[in-house]
């Protein structure tokens, strides 16, 4: 990379925005992941005499509750424990529904530069969702206070069990594994800009831990590195990967996850989807062409797509699909910037859905057809 390195002072700017005046959302407006609405909460009028009586307002406080999903007991908890290798200490917050599924699944989800994982909780439908289906979420909080953005530059954050961010938060997810009894073959990622950004890096280094990401408005595992001696360089912003310049051959960028747990070899590797706008202003939208190259070829998949559909899962949108599997998704949204918009939630929330109803048990049985169309485990339920 010709670039020299230079700490992160732009970081991801306008995450921290407010929502703007049309009827769009924006993910910097705290909409993280699978792009899946706040739950919100229902406005009740109760009208402007004094028959609102104490009743009634405890009815639609009991309603609006229920829309939300999420049992009144549960709530977003910090966790303060000893939880193992956490160099960067790296912020852990978790949600645990009050009632789990047996074997609960796991979902990581971290938020975006300027977030938090107080953010991320409150504008996302996830704890309404963990509430629905027994899964526990898993907040981390950057521990970069000038842009809490992620460490996705470092060596040691980019290469399995060296340290960094990426270790502190897997140390999370086997804390939660061992606490309450949770499928270690159903533990997912995903993550919007820096969060998208740490999903690939998540799902590079730690092949072994987590089953599937989703990231959306990311770059490609390793694009961000900074240049000559990486070690401990944690708040560093490529200016060449952020304006699309950091081209490397397939082979190249398998090399790159490859490198990053050299001892792991050819055994399975998780799925992967990608969501990228093509008037992405922050991270070029070139970044989505290198990331189809990168993990077509780390997951040995043909270049050419097996199938692709217009207009989904909204217009605009094109979905190419990897693989005899659909090991590997992609979605171009074209005209979106890089505060992609929120969709619908039902289509939305079907095409993540979808797509981490897997089970990796199933799946480690037969590594070169990498999945099975008939899994009997079903993803985050």
Known sequence: MSETAKPRTQGLRGQGARRDSSAQRRHDDKTPG????????????????????????????LISSLLLGVARGA???????????????????????????????VLVNPHWCHGTASAAYTGS??????????FIVIYPNSPHSADQCWDVSSAETLAHGAGGDSQGIVSMVKWTLAKYGGDASRVFVTGVSSGAMMTNVLVGAYPDVFAA??????????????????????????DDC??????????????????????YGSAWRPKLQVFHGTRDEVLNYANFGEAVKEWTAVLGLAAAPTATALNTPV???????????????????????????????????????????????TVHQNNRLRGSSSHSDSGLQ
Request: aromatic fraction near 12%; glycine fraction near 10%; hydrophobic fraction near 45%.
């Open 242 to 263: 952020a304006k699309g310049k950091v081209k490397h051959s397939p082979a190249e960028w398998a090399a790159l996850v490859a490198a990053a747990y050299p001892t």
């Open 315 to 361: 217009a605009g949108w094109t979905k190419t699909v990897y693989g005899p599997n659909g090991w590997f998704e992609a979605y171009s949204a074209a005209g979106v910037s890089h505060n992609i918009q929120v969709q619908e939630d039902t289509d939305m929330l079907q095409a993540c859905a979808v797509f981490f109803l897997i089970s990796p048990t």
């Open 34 to 61: 699978c792009r899946v609405n706040h739950g919100g909460s229902t406005a009740f009028n109760m009208g402007t005499t004094a028959r609102a009586s104490a009743a009634a307002l405890a009815l639609a406080l």
């Open 125 to 134: 439908q996830f704890a309404a969702l963990a509430s629905r289906h027994g």
């Open 213 to 238: 990401g989703s990231a959306f408005s990311g770059v490609p595992f390793g694009c961000f590195a900074a240049p000559g001696n990486n070690s401990g360089v944690y708040g560093y912003w490529s």
């Open 75 to 105: 709530s977003l908890v910090q966790i303060k424990d000893d939880i193992g290798a956490n160099p960067t200490k790296v912020g852990f917050y978790i949600f645990v529904p009050d009632k789990l599924a047996a074997k609960p699944a």
